[in-house]
């Protein structure tokens, strides 16, 4: 059974830092992409972050780059994302997820997700 943690999150005023991090378990970790996406109120969810397996290769939204890193431990069945110079409009809640390719597109692989966690970014 796919088990997906997130935690870290929290308030933050602008400009400042997070780390989020991911806990994974039920399927073999460093087999798959991982990444990060977050859902604002009243918005889509939208991908933010992409690392493929063995962390060679990273991907970020436009909104993103820059600020927010992305790294994943196999050791420990966990991803992270490192954000800088959050913004107010950071503010949402975070998920990760495994991704595939879809026709150039990542999508996200499992249909379950965790709990996610929210981040707030405001004074």
């Known amino acids: 059974q796919v088990q997906l943690v997130e935690s870290g999150g929290g308030l933050v005023q602008p400009g400042g830092s997070l780390r989020l991090s991911c806990a994974a378990s039920?399927?073999?970790?460093?087999?798959?992409?991982m990444s990060w996406y977050r859902q604002a109120p009243g918005k889509e969810r939208e991908l933010v972050a992409v690392?493929?397996?063995?962390?060679?290769?990273?991907k970020y939204a436009d909104s993103v780059k820059g600020r927010f890193t992305i790294s994943r431990d196999d050791a420990k069945n966990t991803v992270y994302l490192q954000m800088s110079s959050l913004k107010p409009e950071d503010t949402a809640v975070y998920y990760c997820?495994?991704?595939?390719?879809?026709?150039?597109?990542?999508?996200?692989?499992?249909?379950?997700w965790g709990q996610g966690t929210q981040v707030t970014v405001s004074s």
């Open positions: 690392i493929i397996t063995a962390g060679a290769t990273t």
């Open positions: 039920g399927f073999t970790f460093s087999n798959y992409n």
């Open positions: 997820n495994a991704v595939r390719r879809v026709k150039g597109d990542y999508v996200h692989h499992f249909a379950s």
